[in-house]
């Protein structure tokens, strides 16, 4: 008989991440009626307090959906079919973002960049400053690549297109970063931003949020692209709740809550702990592959390191999947694995959300057991490495 393993998972997956107990109690309660005057007030709470985390004073929807969903709503919404974007190559969420834009028949050309060291923004720059008839509508870009774990300066992208002259929208991508790194819409000049309920907010999979600028909003007036539950305009036409449909209402018991925790710790020191968990995991790693036989971090910028997903490319020749299946099967630690053409050379340690030192150094000593007891080779002390980062 196979028994399950017993305690707690530990559960390192880049996405869907830990709900938190608090969320989860908050979430155990009876239905109430989504268009009852206590359901708008929490809608109304909720709304406001997705718009801080975001750095926003301007418009959001919430869609019942997953990221993909809003991902659709954004093309759907601000172009029309034969129109052409920039898409910042930056591994396999762009590649997917490409694909569902080709499928809605938007022309797409793709700034290529070396997926280890990130996208060259002067390229993003040139681009623009050669379309001189602003054929080009907007740059697409994924803040953090959860499949590289690397990080995109969307700072640097709109200075970019600002020193270009060019009218493109930004739109962004925050999915894994959304609640878990530094992340200012406004004040970054992003006109979209995509993010989901399964990472940073610690939340079930299943909802998602879209920041949108005034001047997005205004060009969505006029994108031809069929659209009905995607619509913005058909949102903002509804009733308080701006939903096509019925509300999530036990989506917004999680969200009120996560807020709450997440406005209990402030959101810089939300990031600070990020940062710190994730010192600690390329610690652990460097220490791995320290003999250049072992696991090495895909990213090799030390700029764009993420701090909510750390992906580690396996040695030559060695699959990732053995050892991923002992450390769930053997000893309860679910690890994320590669995507793409990564499959098999890549385990992703996913270090957001609600997660704190006990968890990572959890996680990371049984990251070390599942290589042992899989024959991958490494170098020992990486956990005491993580320990030293943890303690200076
Ligand atoms: N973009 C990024 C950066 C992601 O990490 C993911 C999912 O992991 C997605 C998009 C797709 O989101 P969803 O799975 O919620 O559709």
Redesign the pocket.
């Not at 997956?13 to 107990?21: A, E, F, K, L, R």
């Not at 190559?89 to 080709?102: I, K, Q, R």
């Not at 020191?269 to 320290?290: E, M, N, Q, Y």
């Given at each position: 008989m196979n028994a399950k393993p017993r305690g707690r998972q530990f559960f390192n997956n880049?996405?869907p991440t830990n709900i938190p107990d608090r969320v989860l109690r908050a979430m155990d309660r009876p239905v109430i009626d989504f268009m009852s005057d206590e359901f708008m007030a929490i809608h109304h709470a909720c709304h406001n307090g997705v718009k801080r985390v975001l750095k926003t004073d301007q418009n959001l929807f919430m869609y019942t959906?997953?990221?993909?969903?809003a991902?659709e709503a954004a093309l759907a919404n601000l172009f029309s079919p034969g129109e052409t974007v920039l898409m910042v190559e930056t591994g396999y969420?762009s590649e997917?973002?490409t694909e569902m834009a080709n499928h809605l028949d938007i022309k797409v050309e793709t700034i290529p960049a070396d997926q280890r060291q990130g996208a060259d923004i002067s390229r993003i720059a040139e681009r623009l400053a050669a379309d001189k008839e602003h054929k080009i509508k907007a740059v697409l870009t994924?803040?953090?690549?959860?499949?590289t774990g690397m990080v995109l300066p969307l700072a640097e992208v709109r200075r970019a297109i600002d020193e270009a002259k060019h009218p493109a929208l930004l739109l962004s991508?925050t999915?894994?970063s959304l609640a878990s790194m530094e992340y200012k819409m406004d004040a970054w000049g992003i006109d979209l931003t995509?993010g989901?309920s399964?990472?940073g907010l610690m939340l079930p999979?299943g909802m998602?949020m879209t920041g949108v600028s005034n001047k997005a909003l205004e060009v969505s007036r006029k994108s031809k692209t069929p659209r009905h539950y995607w619509s913005w305009e058909m949102m903002t036409g509804r009733a308080p709740q701006k939903f096509v449909g019925t509300a999530p209402v036990h989506m917004f018991f999680g969200l009120q809550e996560s807020l709450k925790m997440l406005e209990e710790e402030g959101l810089d020191a939300v990031f600070a702990r990020h940062a710190r968990l994730a010192d600690a995991t390329r610690a652990a790693v460097r220490v791995w592959g320290s003999d250049g036989k072992g696991p090495q971090l895909f990213c090799q910028n030390e700029d764009r390191l993420s701090n909510s997903v750390t992906a580690v490319v396996m040695p030559e020749g060695v699959s990732s999947d053995p050892m991923r299946k002992a450390a769930v099967d053997r000893f309860n630690l679910s690890l994320g694995g590669g995507l793409g053409k990564m499959m098999g050379k890549m385990f992703r340690i996913g270090h957001m959300g609600d997660l704190n030192e006990p968890m990572l150094l959890g996680c990371l000593a049984t990251t070390e057991l599942a290589m042992k007891a899989s024959g991958v080779p490494f170098v020992p002390g990486g956990v005491d490495a993580a320990i030293k980062s943890l303690s200076a």
């Amino acid at each position: 008989m196979n028994a399950k393993p017993r305690g707690r998972q530990f559960f390192n997956n880049p996405g869907p991440t830990n709900i938190p107990d608090r969320v989860l109690r908050a979430m155990d309660r009876p239905v109430i009626d989504f268009m009852s005057d206590e359901f708008m007030a929490i809608h109304h709470a909720c709304h406001n307090g997705v718009k801080r985390v975001l750095k926003t004073d301007q418009n959001l929807f919430m869609y019942t959906s997953t990221g993909h969903g809003a991902w659709e709503a954004a093309l759907a919404n601000l172009f029309s079919p034969g129109e052409t974007v920039l898409m910042v190559e930056t591994g396999y969420f762009s590649e997917s973002w490409t694909e569902m834009a080709n499928h809605l028949d938007i022309k797409v050309e793709t700034i290529p960049a070396d997926q280890r060291q990130g996208a060259d923004i002067s390229r993003i720059a040139e681009r623009l400053a050669a379309d001189k008839e602003h054929k080009i509508k907007a740059v697409l870009t994924v803040h953090n690549e959860t499949a590289t774990g690397m990080v995109l300066p969307l700072a640097e992208v709109r200075r970019a297109i600002d020193e270009a002259k060019h009218p493109a929208l930004l739109l962004s991508d925050t999915i894994s970063s959304l609640a878990s790194m530094e992340y200012k819409m406004d004040a970054w000049g992003i006109d979209l931003t995509v993010g989901g309920s399964q990472k940073g907010l610690m939340l079930p999979t299943g909802m998602s949020m879209t920041g949108v600028s005034n001047k997005a909003l205004e060009v969505s007036r006029k994108s031809k692209t069929p659209r009905h539950y995607w619509s913005w305009e058909m949102m903002t036409g509804r009733a308080p709740q701006k939903f096509v449909g019925t509300a999530p209402v036990h989506m917004f018991f999680g969200l009120q809550e996560s807020l709450k925790m997440l406005e209990e710790e402030g959101l810089d020191a939300v990031f600070a702990r990020h940062a710190r968990l994730a010192d600690a995991t390329r610690a652990a790693v460097r220490v791995w592959g320290s003999d250049g036989k072992g696991p090495q971090l895909f990213c090799q910028n030390e700029d764009r390191l993420s701090n909510s997903v750390t992906a580690v490319v396996m040695p030559e020749g060695v699959s990732s999947d053995p050892m991923r299946k002992a450390a769930v099967d053997r000893f309860n630690l679910s690890l994320g694995g590669g995507l793409g053409k990564m499959m098999g050379k890549m385990f992703r340690i996913g270090h957001m959300g609600d997660l704190n030192e006990p968890m990572l150094l959890g996680c990371l000593a049984t990251t070390e057991l599942a290589m042992k007891a899989s024959g991958v080779p490494f170098v020992p002390g990486g956990v005491d490495a993580a320990i030293k980062s943890l303690s200076a």
